[in-house]
């Protein structure tokens, strides 16, 4: 608690610039509280103008992100905003664009999904729109209090929204579960920072790395204890293995729409910060951590894809592709200080993986049933003749998160190999290869079923009709899937920039 | 030419066709036959008119200026070290511009010809969707300047055509067509990448223009180039049926006429033709391979063209005597006479796209039928068919002052001009001559003259007006294209002139000359003489005595119609030394190793995998306490083992 209250700098107003550095988080912010306001005065059945009034949000959050990405360039806040508790940086605002995106994807399919399954409450947008918040700071978070508070922001949004489903036992489940595990791990993360901070004196992310690289503050094992606890609480978010138990109790039990954006979006926010952390405050302690992140990496490869294997939901198969996808995420950490193509990797992989795990999900979204989620094995038999387009995507969404190339997801797990073998992790790339042909297996398994024929006898199911808001985020994903895999320098240069323009730097 | 123009040029060319191929693929199926047919028709015909601007710059460009290779984006980078990259880069200069032309042009014609020829086909939009897939790639082969995107259009072809010869995939012939014609097309993609990976090795890029531009690493016919154009060559035989991969050719028949006209007369099989003439600086320091190209070409063109002899079905005589053809141009190019192989080339595609088409019209009128000994006299139903197949044969049979003869008569003269081996393949061009007019009247007499065999010759109608049309236009090229180049020095020589800033010289290769006058006009009169005695032999032989036309074959010596009538053995040959063998190991392997062998392996690793799977699984118990446990523990290792590792240093 000592340390808490040392951490608080002497009060002084923010300077406009300050202010313009917070200004996509602001307006979400805002449109958060507003939105809380309008749902107490919005008729039951206009929950739908709701959806459209965080749409504006998201999309003015959007604006001001490209907005900031020049004027960061321009304006160098080379320390950081707030006193250096906020980085104001392209690596940032990378991340804040591939967070809008995703909440966009993901508040323009619920209105539809969420009336299917009498969920309909204005809470829910308000909700996601607080849980973006607190993922946009998370990214761009270069204080470890800031990191606690937007990691515990975005938690209890999620906590919230998992158990969204008041009357589903499934749900309920999963919200609690989610809840007792992910206090669990925060304690981990805060008591981390604690010992961090204990060994260094600062808060600051950039004060630390000074620390550390200047050696006032020592190498002893409190230091590298606190490192590793920090790990695992980042591993928790990111559902790493063997952090990752509560992922596909959770994925499978919240509402589809839901689990589409928690897959997405906290992954992304929460390999922001690791990334932030790991590579560019720690990498000076790269010999040290190093170990305890291939340890992951190589358990989350191993375990993700070998438990996906034997699933017969798509939600829990997606939940354990997740686990192997973080797997994949982290050799780019593993190899980012030697190599600025590990973070590039990285940061490409999240985007790829954002748009394609979001296009799965919003698959599984729309062709959700009246009151029941149609995510078993067998109801998605013959899919493909009934909804031959919709079946493509899907088909699309499978050999991109596979890694086949001409897709996006070809080239996040390249850029992560290569950045790999050239830091001399040649072993952790031979894993991740053999994993991903393992993985190979439960993806294309999801391909050959839908287009199998269906069975005379087999129940049939009711799938939705594909509707225009559903339609448009199913072609989004698609194209986005497969312009980054053919286009590869368009993210590629953007990737290349937020990885150079990141703080702090030594 | 300006840089940014030739991107968009570049961009919209090959964007139009893929834009049809979508459209088509998409909503084709919904929007009905008029969408589909406008749709597959405009986008070629707006990707035409923007080969024809392309066109227009290579010839307003000034002479040093001719070729342009513009770099669209950066696809693949690996970055330091290997310092090997794939751009998206394309290349206009005369060569690709003439290409693009022939396949725009012609792809149009064949493109409304299809709008009449599959007006009764449910799959009209999956049809068009294939087509204009087929011109985007076709075009991205070409235009590419760079190894991988080249290699990708060349399998995009192969996969276009695969589609197109299996597309009446209810029937099992055309299926076993489409996948012997792939399989074929594959062991050439395979020479192919590895002639890439080899030219990578010394040149240490992919970029054609760089690759071009440092031939100087490789030494002057050694081994390792001439293995690398050896490999090229065997890419170029299977894309362009010739001797040992040319089988697929007459198999692909199976497919729709227009994409037999299209693919396997005007465009995709002289695909290999375009690869010898463009990596030319490469065969022109390994005589080797030219020599040994150029035997193939010259071996390809006379068994085919003895095989036509005896076919009795319209569109495989046609077939193969598209191989021998391609065999002329094969031995133009590998001879080093890259301008008049592509001038052949373009001829070609023209009468022979025409043939093909016009074979259509007669096949589409006697409903489906293909076997010429019952048809016969057919010029009187069908008129405008007939006279304008007429234009065809005279011009593949080399009759003077038509299109073809200035082409075929230009390329023999530079045989003749060369010395040795060459002045040998020459006088079996001269017999090729005597053949192709032999076979080509065969085909025109026994189809269009005497008399009719069945009844449904009476019947016969002359094509819908869409369906002559384009086999019009042809017909006019087939007769006065080649005016523009005369097979003499010092005279019209428009398609060696546009060419040259490629080839830098008319023939820029070791092994051929442009003949003098005294050369090219004996040259010239052999090889006329050679095609009318071809002509007036068949003259004689099919329309004079007027055989039973189920006795056609018996009127060649019996040796010959043997050969001739079996396509010399070759189907029979690989079946029994490749097929036959391949399966009688894979009966064993299935019966024997594989159970014993692979199959405990295989089944033991995916069993352990899945195995290991419900382990994973099993972990899941659903209760939290566990989940905590598991956290804790993982925790506690590892503040243990950094506190350790801390120790230990």
Known sequence: MMALLAAVPTLTPPTGSDIVGLLPEVILGGAFVILLLLDLITPASRRTWLAAFSVVAIVAAFGTTVWGWFDAYNNPHVHGVFFGAFAYDRFGLFINGVLLTSALLVVVIS????????LHYGEYYSLILAATTGMMLLAGAASLMVIFLSVELLSISLYILSGFSRTD???QEAALKYLLLGGFASAFLLYGMALVYGETGHTQLEQIAIAIHSGIATVDPLLLIGVVLMLVGFAFKVSAAPFHMWTPDVYQGAPTSVTAFMSVATKVAAFAALIRVFSFAFPDLYPQWQTAVVFVCILSMVWGNLAALSQTSLKRMLAYSGIAQAGYILIGVASSPHDAGGTIGALFYLAAYSLTNLGAFAVITIMSGRGEDLDRYASIRGLAHRRPYVAAAMALFMLSLAGFPPTAGFFGKFLVFSAAIKSGLMPLALWGIATSAVSIFYYLRVVLLMYAKPDADAKSYEWSKTTVSGGAVVAFTTAGTLVFGVFVTLLYTVATAAQQGALPRL | ????????????????????CVLNGLVGPRAGRKFVNLAGTLSILASFIVACVMFGHVIAADAAHKAITVHMWQWL???????????????LDPLSALMVMVITGVGFLIHVYSVGYMKHDDGVARFFAYMNFFIFSMLLLVLAADLVILIVGWALVALSSYLLIGFWYQRPSAVLAARKAFITQVIGDVALVVAAFMIAGKVNSLSLPTIFGGVGAFDKGGAYVTGICILLAIGAFAKSAQFPLHTWLPDAMEGPTPVSALIHAATMVTAGVYLIARFHPLFDIAPTAQLIVACVGMGTALMAAITALSQIDIKRVIAYSTMSQIGLMIFAVGMGAYSVGMFHFTTHAIFKALLFLAAGNVIHALGDEQDIRLMGGLAGKMKWTAAIFAAGSVSLAGFPLVSGWFSKEALLGFGANGGGLLLALYFVGVAVNILTGLYAFRLYFTVFQG??????????KEAPMVMLAPVAVLGVGALFFGWIEWPFPGLWHLMSDFLSPVFHTAASGPLAQEPGWTVASLALVVGTLASLIGIGGAFRLWYQHRPDAAVVADRLPRLVSLLSLHKFYFDEMYDALLVRPLCALARVMRKTVEPGGMDRWVRGTSGSVSEMGFIARDTETGLIRDYAVYMVAAA??????????????
């Open chain 1, 111 to 118: 209105p539809q999904y969420l009336n299917r399954r009498g």
């Open chain 1, 169 to 171: 036992e499934r749900s």
């Open chain 2, 1 to 20: 030419m300006r840089v940014d123009t030739v991107q968009v040029l570049c961009g919209l060319i090959l964007l139009l066709p893929l834009a049809g």
């Open chain 2, 77 to 91: 980078d690996l970055g330091t070290g290997a310092n090997l990259s794939a751009g998206v880069d394309f290349t």
């Open chain 2, 451 to 460: 008399k009719p065999q069945t009844a449904r010759v009476f019947a016969a």
């Open chain 2, 636 to 649: 506690v290792l590892g503040v243990v083992a950094s506190a350790l590792l801390w120790f230990v240093r």
